[in-house]
């Protein structure tokens, strides 16, 4: 997605204009639309005209119409937009108040305007703007003396450093200067991954080199981060794995990508850290149920006690047409972040969205039991008998 515009006002009124440019765009599309925005994009109209002789007849025309929007349908598997709503500004082909269905594509601007625009939306366009939220792998191919650190997404690669060292050969009774500039090659290259990769996001990190440079590199980047006492780099090393690539230039990236131990590791990374996330609340529902809590209810009341290790939301909820329902919703992603809790928004489009669906949408992992609730709920449905 890209972001051409952007006017927000004090009190998060406003407008921005975006370009999908791919299939994943509209999906991010149809979660920014609510029911009472106002869409402003390019549409053909059937328009009927009137030649001099008084004969009637009919053409396309392609115009720019500005919507209030009343009915968002989405095709997931054509990923196709279509949005319902009457015309609110005049146009020479439509009149005010008619009604029409502007079908959204990738690579066609549109601008789309609020009343209030809520953190949840705000993420969701940094999110589908910005490269590096969707590259959940990130690569550094290498040779001795150079050395790529890139991010795949999945329709792009991004080559985000480039390092180059001159490396002396090795001399008969004397390796001293090719280790120490091996050395600083090495150096500069853990430098540079640890400054362009965000372990948050990325789930895995391909090492790939010919021979063994890619061993020795990892050696040394880990024997490092010990000494120092690198926690980035310690904490994450179980992402990192190496591959076979023919060199160190960026094109060799390719090879490594298709080396079936990669494409089994990678396959849907970023649905992987979901699954896990709702995976662990299964597990602590089944041995510490006072730690699992789900229903919109009992995840509120777990949040008022500031318990929330980790939320899990389905992006469904915040696609609800009551406004206030749906501010509440965003209230409860904000508190639990505030509160320093991770938030997890699912897809409703992947078994594990629609796994969370099952569950009302909404459920916690507690940092601590909280069994007062049921407690509470025992005690007044005793006292309503």
Known sequence: MRLVRKDLEKDNAGQVTLIPEEPEDMWHTYNLLQVGDSLRASTIRKVQTESATGSVGSNRVRTTLTLCVETIDFDSQACQLRVKGTNIQENEYVKMGAYHTIELEPNRQFTLAKKQWDSVVLERIEQACDPAWSADVAAVVMQEGLAHVCLVTPSMTLTRAKVEVNIPRKRRGNCSQHDRALERFYEQVVQAIQRHINFEVVKCVLVASPGFVREQFCDYMFQQAVKTDNKLLLENRSKFLQVHSSSGHKYALKEALCDPAVTSRLSDTKAAGEVKALDDFYKMLQ????????????????????????????????????????????KLVDSVRENMGTVRIFSSLHVSGEQLGQLTGVAAILRFPVAELSDQEDESSSEED
């Not at 009341?301 to 992006?315: R, V």
């Open 287 to 330: 041995h510490e149920p006072d730690r699992a809590f789900y229903g919109l209810k009992h995840v509120e009341k777990a949040n008022e006690a500031m318990a929330i290790d980790t939320l899990l939301i389905s992006d469904e909820l915040f696609r609800h047409q009551d406004v206030a329902t749906r501010t509440r919703y965003v």
